[in-house]
Each structure stands twice: as structure tokens, then as C-alpha cells.
């Protein structure tokens, strides 16, 4: 069964940085992509970054390029999402799904809380 575990998340300044990360089991992690999305109240989830599965590609949403860097350990089975220069338009519960494909799910995990605020 596949599970994703993320941590990271927690209450950082504007300008703050915050790095995330996603443990995964029940799968073979160096075969598949990964993907972080978020999720703010009352909105839908939004795809963030996604990275191939040994991470030579990765490609980012206009609203995170140049902040956000999606990175893998596969050694670990884990994928990270480092934030830099946050804004509080990115407070949002944090996910990460398998797969380069957007149309590849899992369950989500239960994320991980991130609030940007003075």
C-alpha cells in the first residue's frame, strides 16, 4: 500500500524559508516521479513541481519558479520541496503524489501545515 508521509510545515516570517519533506513507502520510489501540490482553504489542491524519478527533470507552476526546488533522495525514499522568500499567499496544507503524470494517484497523506505570516 502506498503512503506518504510529509513534515516540514510550521508558522514562518514573509521572506521566511521552510524546507519540506515527503517519506514514501509501497512503492519502487527511484521508479516513479514525484510531485508536490498544496492545498489553501476553501480552494481546490494545486500542482507545485513536479521531478522525474532520478531527478534530471523537474518543472514548477509560474507562482513558485525561482522560489520553490523540488529534490529527491532516492536512497531514502524521500522527496523534499525547499521554500524560499515565502509570502503568505503560500500558508497551505502541503502534499506530495507519485508519479510524473498528473493523472497518477495515490491516496493523498495527511500533509503538512505551512503559514506565512508577521
Known amino acids: 500500500q502506498v503512503h506518504f508521509v510529509e513534515s516540514g510545515g510550521g508558522l514562518v516570517q514573509p521572506g521566511g524559508s521552510l524546507t519540506l519533506s515527503c517519506v514514501t513507502s509501497g512503492f519502487t520510489f527511484s521508479a516513479n516521479g514525484m510531485r508536490w501540490y498544496r492545498q489553501a482553504p476553501g480552494q481546490g489542491r494545486e500542482l507545485l513541481a513536479r521531478?522525474?524519478?532520478?531527478?534530471?527533470?523537474?518543472n514548477y507552476v509560474a507562482s513558485v519558479r525561482g522560489r520553490f526546488t523540488i529534490s529527491r533522495e532516492n536512497q531514502k525514499n524521500t522527496t523534499y520541496l525547499e521554500m524560499n522568500n515565502l509570502k503568505p499567499e503560500d500558508s497551505a496544507v502541503y502534499y506530495c503524489?507519485?508519479?510524473?503524470?498528473?493523472?497518477?494517484?495515490?491516496?493523498w497523506g495527511q500533509g503538512t501545515q505551512v503559514t506565512v505570516s508577521s
Open positions: 521531478i522525474s524519478s532520478l531527478g534530471s527533470l523537474t
Open positions: 503524489m507519485i508519479g510524473w503524470s498528473v493523472e497518477e494517484f495515490e491516496a
